[in-house]
């Protein structure tokens, strides 16, 4: 299995951006030779990639495509669906900013101080990550329902079936989002700089705000970006303690399903083809927020 | 850490404040993370534990068991060859493209599990684009159990390939490079070089991909067609239930996979904590 070189891998080994690499050996085009395999992995790559994500992902657009003009608008932005939007938006931005102020203090408490059974609570941060999302659904409903227990305390309000419900799932889902990125930067951050802030007479909170926040904050909002992108395509521990009520607590996902019990494919294909725009411009915001943390974490 | 018995005040914070930050951060663990996983152990064996062994062992539950393991048993393999043919084409040749194809390999991430889920009904359902040629060959794949697998290896496609990535790209290719010359032949160079030199970061990403290949509940919903005790997977078996009003059943096969769950932190936590710089030193 010599390495057959497919057509499009011509001369430009361009060095890429990495600095690990910089001062490492560069395969140059001779040597690629000597490490064979690479037009069979990378053929395997592109062929599973294409039938597993791309073909079926462009199918969706095709079906999209086959709608008029009138009928695209009225499937995306039709009152309902509008409403739906509003709410998955909101819902997820403000589940992000919860987790971004307790996510920070979590981070900060354990990369910083000691208390029992530390180890155990920073491994269970990644419980969102592992419990499977119907689960928390159902948990989370028997929380906050009108006769669970929290539900019971917060009395004349109510939580779960009502647009706060979604905000309590997608918060859960998004927790270990800031923590993760942030406990990693918090860790590396010098503490040299700290005591020449100090000494040079700032107070701590002077010395949080104008020294360690900078420093952190790239990744910060990256986190709350992450974040932000899950909850807003979340939809296992949503619909369990939303109550999902057209105009008022139903999530964009849930359109999607409402429209494929119709058999409106057309229809279901609009909104994800919205939904996905949506993702995409997320998408390149964390990789350009994470490009200016790498900047930023350069300078420091 | 000992910079927490730093006591000096312009370094440190105020004690008062020191409690403040960690009963918050406590707190807020408590409610979002600690209440509802109790909630799922203690709902599932509020009817005593014979109505749990009933609900986990009736033959409908013991269905839906079944295609959870089948499904992630298909989904995790494929998954695993995939991320390794990516992370060496990616980790250790140079070639155009890269950064996209990386980028493209994320994809299934920032998507919406149930665009997952419609991209294959779009795809393969009745109305769908194949539907009439797979139906004119009676070929059925929405609403059944290949389209289960397919969700499921979607969601879950990244996973492996992320872990390895970063590492191999991380250990370059002087070794590999050395097995060559001492006149290795290319798969006894990945085997006996690449392989063992990525091990833990693999099991780690085989892992996560597991966990979310067993729990995945949105892309599964919308391809299976929920037909009990046939294309029922437990995440679904456990929304029949609830929405059945039976509470304590739904539960109890709720908290089978939350114990799975914290089996996977737990051999998660274990393998950071011996392997950490093994798995990758540049984890995000």
Known sequence: MSAAVPPFVPEAARPLRAPVRAGAKRISFVKRSVLPGFGLSLGFTLFYLAFIVLIPLAAMGVKAAGLTWPEFIAATLSPRAIAAYKLSFGAALLAAAINAVFGLITAWVLVRYDFPFKRVIDAMVDLPFALPTAVAGIALAAIYAPNGWIGELAAPFKIAFTPWGVVIALTFIGLPFVVRT???????????????????????????RRVIFPAIAPSLMTGYALSFARGLGEYGSVIFI????PMISEIAPLLIIGKLEQYDYGGAAAIGVVMLAAAFIILLAINLLQRWARVRGGAA | ????????????????????LIGAALGFLFLFLVLPLLTVFIEGLRGGIVRYIQSVSEPDAVAAIKLTVIAAAIAVPCNLVFGLAASWAIAKFEFTGKNVLITFIDLPFSVSPVIAGLIYVLLFGAQGLLGPWLSAHDIQIVFAVPGIVLATIFVTFPFIARELIPLMQEQGTEDEEAARSLGAGGWQTFF??????VRWALLYGVLLCNARAMGEFGAVSVVSGHIRGLTNTMPLHVEILYNEYNFIAAFAVASVLAFLALVTLAIKSVLEWRHGGDISAARA
């Open chain 2, 1 to 20: 850490m000992s910079t927490a018995r730093n006591h000096r005040s312009p370094l440190s914070e105020s004690p008062l404040v020191r409690r403040l």
């Open chain 1, 242 to 245: 939303a109550g999902n009520l």
């Open chain 1, 182 to 208: 942030v406990q990693p930067v918090l860790q590396d951050l010098s503490r040299e700089v700290e005591e020449a802030a100090a000494s040079l007479g700032a107070t701590r909170w002077q010395t949080f």
């Open chain 2, 192 to 197: 006996r070089v690449t392989l063992p030199n």
